[in-house]
């Protein structure tokens, strides 16, 4: 293990062991050895930051997100900045009404967007830096309250918010104590850590999740319904009960759904499912009876008691049933209270992206 003030096979920033030229530059080799090494430096330096983290600020902080009665604007400078960013749009996607202000815009017009009843959240490492401090009094002219969270006890921010949360850092995983690789790591921690800390007070539940999601897996999985991903109409494949095998392939083939739908004469306008007839049956039959099988009428030759699902099922669920026990299947008739409402298919389902 390394010393707190040293990194491995560094010494006053130049490279031991070079072995490796490239470009005229000399590389000391990565291993595994050396990998190790530093992500064991750098745990050591994040389980300081959870050994001295006061909980009680964090504990605070949160408390203050929740009785916001505004919108919660997040700001930084350099590295903090991106990290203040990303912390923001943690909050918006677990249900917390947050938003990324640009420190150095807030000073030329983007001030404007604080209101009355938000609260700003100041992420930086020092502390100290001027554009931030700079902000404070504005911010507060507009009757925003300020959080400062820093990992320098005693800076200029902690002075001038109403809140400061310090963030405990012992050093940079940097050799020269300077590349804000360890302080990020922390803000990160602390900032997602605080927002799965709001979501739970929140009762955030996974379909309210989702709805924060549309276009990602997640969301898909637990918004959609069969109901928006089924055929309905002329491109589902159906043909009544007493119609030769033989007229049966033209519709099997033309609709590319592996299936065809047997159905009742339409009552009401209302159509019955009676059974099933796929490529394995074709195959089956064919088998068993030989080429007289194309003359026999397909409700001879259809599976009558097939799998099916309702409209509102979620589309996930449907495609669970069809991969699950008893038997493996790619398609699915929904039947809505006895009347056929469409087809769902597992090629559709792969392709919305579930």
């Known amino acids: 293990m390394t010393s707190a003030t040293t990194s491995p096979n560094l010494s006053n920033g130049t490279a031991d ?141 902690d002075e001038l918010c109403d809140l400061a949360v310090h963030l405990p850092l012992e050093r940079e995983l940097c050799p020269f104590d300077l590349a804000p690789v360890t302080s990020t790591a922390i803000q990160m921690l602390f900032g997602d850590t605080a927002a799965i800390a709001l979501m739970q007070a929140k009762h955030l539940t996974a379909d309210q999740y989702a709805m924060n999601h549309p276009a990602g897996r997640i969301g898909k999985r637990l918004i959609l319904r069969v109901s928006d991903l089924m055929l309905v109409g002329d491109s589902v494949p159906t043909v009544g009960p007493s119609v030769p095998t033989m007229e049966v392939l033209g519709e099997l083939s033309a609709k590319g759904c592996g299936c065809v739908l047997v159905v009742a004469p339409p009552a009401d306008g209302n159509v019955q499912l009676l059974g099933t007839f796929t490529d394995g049956d074709l195959r089956r039959s064919l088998q068993t009876f030989g080429a007289k099988m ?48 469409g087809l769902v298919t597992l090629h559709g389902l792969v392709s919305a992206g579930l």
Do not use: W
């Open 294 to 341: 194309l003359e026999k009428p397909v409700s001879t030759l259809m599976n009558g008691q097939p799998v099916t699902c309702d409209s509102q099922m979620k589309a996930i669920d449907a495609m669970q049933v069809m991969e699950g026990p008893p038997r493996r299947v790619t398609f699915l008739p929904v039947v809505d209270a006895g009347v056929l409402a």
């Open 17 to 157: 062991n070079c072995t490796t030229n490239v470009n005229g530059h000399l590389y000391s080799p990565i291993t595994s050895s050396s990998l190790l090494l530093l992500f064991r430096e750098q745990q050591r330096f994040l389980n300081f930051f959870f050994d001295q983290l006061d909980l009680k600020l964090v504990q605070l902080f949160c408390e203050a997100c929740l009785e916001c009665t505004g919108s919660i604007l997040f700001t930084g400078v350099g590295k903090s900045g991106f990290i203040a960013q990303k912390i923001a749009q943690t909050l918006v996607s677990t249900g917390t009404k947050a938003v990324y202000l640009n420190a150095t815009d807030a000073l030329h017009g983007d001030l404007g967007i604080v209101a009355p009843g938000d609260l700003v959240v100041i992420v930086s490492k020092s502390g100290n830096t001027d554009e931030l401090i700079r902000l404070v009094p504005y911010a507060k002219a507009k009757g925003a309250k300020l959080i400062s969270v820093t990992s320098c006890n005693g800076s200029k921010l």
